[in-house]
């Protein structure tokens, strides 16, 4: 369950699209800020995502991540530079709030806005360059340590140290986890995948991947996702 006392963000973090290897751009560098920041559907005012396909928009309009995973990467891989909050480009972080914790359709006040958890990340091959690390992308979709994205129900200014208040759980048991389980371990599972067709307060685009699997009877290539543009 979501711990019942209030949940503090840290800083604000946001970022401009920036050249992260030759020909590569990506606004992963989000930096703190030191004021309220309006955030409006499209997210936090003067943030930038260089791939707004498969980045950005409504329903990955904020995206949050749990300081408390730092600790196990670096166990796992060392005191890497990126290793510490920020470095998965996440707009905000906190402690105390999982995977396992949070449920898709959970709805927080946020300073004065109202969000809503729309999807976890679905991690891609620029984490492979912005850590240095070959196959970070599969090392964060094997953990479980994804972090997650918010729709803006309620547009409105937002300040570092804010609340972070949930309000009201709309599908308590569609955790996090549970949808990672789905995706990543228990891939066919044709009840769980239905049940994803049909939840509503989830993304339209992973109920759109939940009928495909469901109408090919086969999971999706991850190959482009996670190992980028120079691999077949």
């Known amino acids: ?16 699209a920036a050249e992260i290897a030759p020909g590569v751009l990506s606004a992963i560098g989000k930096h703190p800020v030191d004021r309220a920041l309006r955030l409006s559907p499209e997210g936090f005012e003067g943030d ?5 396909r498969h980045h950005g928009g409504p329903e990955k309009a904020v995206h949050h991540y749990n300081a408390s995973h730092y600790p196990a990467w670096r166990a796992e891989l060392g005191d890497l530079s990126a290793l ?3 470095g998965f480009g996440e707009n905000l972080s906190s402690e105390g709030l999982t995977e396992r ?5 959970d709805r927080f006040r946020l300073g004065r806005a109202l969000v809503e958890v729309s999807q976890a990340r679905q991690p891609c091959w620029k984490l492979n360059l912005r850590f240095g690390v070959a196959d970070m992308a599969r090392r964060v979709q094997d953990s479980g340590r994804t972090g997650w994205y918010y729709r803006v129900i309620e547009p409105g200014p937002v300040a570092p140290g804010d609340a972070l208040e949930l309000l009201d759980r709309r599908a308590p048991d569609w955790t996090l986890d ?3 389980r789905n995706l990543y371990v228990d891939r066919l599972n044709r009840a769980e995948l239905a049940a994803m067709a049909e939840l509503e307060v989830l993304s339209e685009s992973w109920r759109k991947l939940a009928r495909r ?13 996670l190992n980028g543009r120079s691999n077949p």
């Open 84 to 86: 510490q909050p920020g």
């Open 213 to 225: 699997r469901l109408d090919n009877a086969s999971v999706e290539d991850w190959n482009a996702r």
């Open 1 to 16: 369950m979501i711990p019942l006392a209030t949940i503090r963000i840290g800083p604000i973090r946001i970022g401009p």
């Open 178 to 180: 549970r949808l990672w």
């Open 101 to 105: 914790d949070v449920a898709v359709g």
């Open 48 to 52: 930038q995502q260089a791939d707004r």
